[in-house]
């Protein structure tokens, strides 16, 4: 079946270098994605979304990029802070299956000092 | 402030014993989901309530009910919890239609002994 994956399960960096995490998904029919940050004991926290007709969205410190060619979404943090230590998860909603979402695998995110 | 609110965070339940988790929100959004989530993966949807109206996924086990008794209340019923049922349960909410951002609880623990 179709569904969300992730790239990478685990990564790394120094503490005040950016971040990118990705995600490939396979179902071109999505129009909506996600990302969410989970920390350990916690339920999972909006970060930023976006819209298929859309290919990149700002936040404060964070940027989703999308291509819809290959069917890969990003999310890049900057300045990563020990605080963005968490597992990140990626979301897809297929366009017509209102009100669901599929998560991928995640990313343990781990910020060095 | 909490918007979702789930009680207890931590439960304990042996093998067979009838469970209740429950699940409160203060957005007044009228989709409430229910994930399980296990060990270092991804939310796993059970079902969800549109209104009143009550989605279960193909694959969620009988064992598993929900009851959403108004808006703001839903309770997930385990029958009788296998070992395999110890997870996280996570409870959501989403204003629908559009946009699709589910806000999470902070989840139930859920051990069987």
């Known amino acids: 079946g179709e569904s969300v994956g992730l790239h990478l399960p685990t990564l790394s960096v120094q503490e005040g270098d950016n971040s990118i995490i990705n995600c490939a998904y396979s179902?071109?029919?999505?129009?909506?994605f996600i990302w969410y940050k989970q920390e350990s004991g916690k339920g999972p926290q909006f970060i930023i979304d976006?819209?298929?007709?859309?290919d990149k969205r700002q936040g404060q410190r964070v940027t989703v990029l999308l291509n819809k060619t290959v069917k890969h979404l990003s999310l890049q943090i900057a300045a990563t802070q020990p605080g963005d230590s968490a597992v990140y998860f990626c979301?897809?909603?297929?366009?017509?299956?209102?009100?669901?979402?599929?998560f991928g695998s995640g990313t343990q995110l781990t910020v060095l000092p | 402030d909490a918007m979702v609110i789930q009680n207890p965070r931590y439960q304990v339940t042996q093998f067979g014993k009838p469970v209740t988790l429950s699940c409160s929100q203060t957005l007044n959004h009228n989709v409430m989901y229910w994930y399980q989530q296990k060990s270092s993966q991804a939310p796993k949807l059970l079902f969800h309530?549109?209104?009143?109206?009550?989605?279960n996924e193909a694959d969620t086990p009988d064992n598993f009910q929900s009851r959403r008794p108004n808006t703001s209340f839903c309770f997930l019923d385990i029958r009788s919890p296998g070992l395999g049922d110890a997870a996280m349960y996570l409870c959501a909410t989403s204003r629908d239609p559009d946009p699709y951002e589910q806000y999470f609880g902070p989840g139930t623990r859920l051990t069987v002994t």
């Open positions: 979301a897809e909603n297929l366009k017509g299956s209102a009100r669901q979402l599929t």
């Open positions: 179902n071109s029919a999505s129009d909506y």
């Open positions: 309530y549109y209104d009143k109206d009550f989605n």
């Open positions: 976006i819209r298929s007709n859309m």
